[in-house]
Structures are given as structure tokens and as C-alpha cells.
């Protein structure tokens, strides 16, 4: 088997999103499939493990992507360099958004000894790539990016199998029977690394308490350093299972729930790859049709057109934050209901007509 090396170098979600790609470049070229070893940030490595077709996982934090940025030192440069001659690479695919460069870790990656090297890139790349796609001209920017990775991976010779229909995958989904409880039940994630991207604390707990009175089991999920927010999203109802999770056990307790409620965050994209519904709080920071939770049944809730919209700001710049807080907690417990009896309402469907 040939070793063929996909990077994507951001978030979990980010990660989850190029699962399709990974999958093509690891079914191969003329039935002969690749051992794929991935290159991730510190944030996308768990994500990473989940993927099918990937072999290996190697984890360096990139100075143009990681955010703070580590400084560059010749050891750390070094540090990748040598990974890639050590496991004898010679080919690599290199996935990134649309504001991002592939030309740097391209230079890297040509230092090491890797031969051939596909990438999308806006600015001339010489001799850095051997296939270079122009977006905007090769392909439309527009369009999910689990599509525009797996774009990437076809112009360097690798496409899905006829029997891969292209959704979201992770592997190895556990039974969290034991710590959700077997009885079916909503799941609810209220954080966002980005705080642009959150629905106001108080507004889940009131969705919480109204999904409860209709008849729902709420769980909600966080991180160790979310507890506060989950003990004050569950309140004395809901199960509390922040801090308790990690990105694998989480998987289970995302599969194992009748929909979702989490805004434009990892677990969205988690959700999505487990198979389960979204009731998607999106704020228009960044534009759904490439980030909405990839095809699964999806409620897209917020103000798409807000003042903040395509900024990608990470605070939001508008006071009160209006894209996400004018959304009433009654809305999402009729969302949810929608995707409960498998109805998605019309703005959805327009929002998110490419996904």
C-alpha cells in the first residue's frame, strides 16, 4: 500500500468535515487502496482517530493556523519534517478552507521529501504543488466544504467508491447506555469554542426546561471546563453529563438521541456523522451553506442576514448579539418536534440548499 498523507490542520469539526475526502484517498487508484496518515492540529487530533481509512494520526500545531500561535523554531519545524521522512511519504493532500494557504506547509512538506503534493490555492504556487486548484474558477466556494475537500482529493486522482454515499463517518461508536440511559432522549450541547457562535445560557435552560414539559429527556453534554454552563443548562431536570465525555464517548451519547440542539461547533458536525438530526443554532458569521451539519435531517435557526453576517468574527460585533438571541426557546422545542416526526421546515431547506 502506498502512504499518502491528508492534512487538515484546524478544529474537530473541521477534521469531521474532511472524513469523505479521507475515505476517497484511502480507497486508492484502480483498486488499490492507500494507508492514509493524517495531519492534524492539537484541536483536531480525537477527531482525527474517529475517521475511517485513517491509519495514523501525527499532531503538530501549525504557527499560520493554531490560534495562539506557537512560535517558529527550527525544532519544531523539525519535529514535522522528521515524522514525514521517517514514514517515508510521497504523496499528500492538503485540505483547507477558503481563507486559508496551503503554500506554507506545502514548502514544509516539499523539504521532507514528498513528491507529490494537491492543494487549493488562490495565489500562485510554483513549484510547491504538482495539482493546484483555483477556487473560484476549478470549483465554487459556495458549496459545503465536505464537498470542497472531496474536490481537493479528486483532482489528485482520488474519489469515493460507488457504494460511499459521501455523509459524515466515525468509527467504533460506542453504547453509552450506561451513562445516558436507555429511555430515548433529546441531547443538548450550549458551548461554542468561538463565543460568536453561542446561544445565551439562559435560553437553553429555558428550551431545557420547556422540551421537559412537553414530554422530552433532555442530556446535555460540555467539556470539563463547561460544567457551570451545563449544571446551569440542565437545571434540577435535565441529565448533567458535562465534563464527563470525551470526543468518542460523546459520539455515543450523540447517536444514541432522537435530535440534537448545538450551535455551529464540533458536536454539530459529530451529530451529523452519527446520523442523528440538528436543531443547528447558526450564526451567520460564517456562511451555512458550507458549514450547516452536513446531510442529516436539520432545523438552520437564526437570523442568516444579521448585521454580523460573513464577517467571521469569533465576538460578536453587533450589541446584544441579535442573529442568535432573537431566537425564542419556544422555536427550538418546535424544531426539535419538526425533526422528531421528520418534517424540516422551508427556510431550512433555502438556507442550506447545497448541504
Given at each position: ?112 521529501g514528498v513528491e507529490r503534493i494537491t492543494a ?228 431550512t431547506r433555502r438556507e442550506t440548499r447545497n448541504?
Amino acid at each position: 500500500m502506498s502512504r499518502v498523507l491528508v492534512a487538515r490542520l484546524d478544529s474537530a469539526g473541521d477534521v469531521l468535515l474532511a472524513g469523505p475526502a479521507v475515505r476517497a484517498v484511502a480507497a486508492g487508484r484502480a483498486g488499490r487502496p492507500n494507508e492514509v496518515l493524517m495531519l492534524c492540529g492539537p484541536q483536531g487530533t480525537a477527531a482525527a482517530q474517529l475517521l475511517p481509512g485513517v491509519a495514523d494520526v501525527f499532531t503538530w500545531a501549525s504557527p499560520w493556523i493554531v490560534d495562539p500561535a506557537p512560535p517558529v523554531t527550527e525544532d519544531h519545524i523539525a519535529a514535522l519534517c522528521d515524522w514525514v521522512r521517517g514514514r517515508r511519504i510521497e504523496e499528500a493532500v492538503i485540505l483547507t478552507s477558503f481563507h486559508q494557504s496551503p503554500l506554507p506547509l506545502a514548502m514544509l512538506l516539499r523539504l521532507a521529501g514528498v513528491e507529490r503534493i494537491t492543494a487549493a490555492s488562490t495565489d500562485y504556487a510554483g513549484s510547491l504543488l504538482d495539482m493546484r486548484l483555483k477556487p473560484g474558477e476549478d470549483f465554487p466556494e459556495d458549496q459545503p466544504e465536505a464537498e470542497r475537500a472531496l474536490q481537493i482529493a479528486a483532482a489528485a486522482g482520488y474519489r469515493l467508491p460507488a457504494n460511499d454515499d459521501g455523509r459524515l463517518r466515525v468509527r467504533d461508536v460506542p453504547d453509552v447506555g450506561w451513562l445516558a440511559g436507555t429511555e430515548p432522549y433529546v441531547a443538548v450541547h450550549p458551548g461554542a469554542a468561538v463565543p460568536a457562535r453561542a446561544w445565551p445560557p439562559l435560553h437553553h435552560a429555558a428550551a431545557v426546561e420547556l422540551l421537559i414539559a412537553a414530554g422530552y429527556r433532555v442530556v446535555v453534554t460540555g467539556g470539563p471546563a463547561e460544567a457551570e454552563l451545563t449544571a446551569t443548562v440542565a437545571g434540577p431536570d435535565g441529565l448533567d453529563l458535562g465534563g464527563r465525555t470525551d470526543l468518542h464517548s460523546l459520539a455515543g451519547v450523540l447517536a444514541g438521541a432522537s435530535a440534537v440542539v448545538t450551535g455551529n461547533t464540533g458536536p454539530a458536525h459529530l451529530a451529523a456523522a452519527v446520523g442523528t438530526p440538528v436543531v443547528s443554532l447558526f450564526a451567520p458569521v460564517v456562511p451555512a451553506v458550507r458549514w450547516a451539519p452536513y446531510k442529516v435531517p436539520l432545523e438552520l435557526l437564526g437570523d442568516q442576514n444579521a448585521p454580523c453576517r460573513l464577517s467571521r468574527a469569533r465576538v460578536c460585533p453587533v450589541p446584544g448579539h441579535p442573529c442568535l438571541s432573537g431566537v425564542e426557546p419556544e422555536e427550538v422545542v418546535a424544531a426539535v418536534q419538526r425533526l422528531t416526526t421528520g418534517v424540516t421546515s422551508l427556510p431550512t431547506r433555502r438556507e442550506t440548499r447545497n448541504a
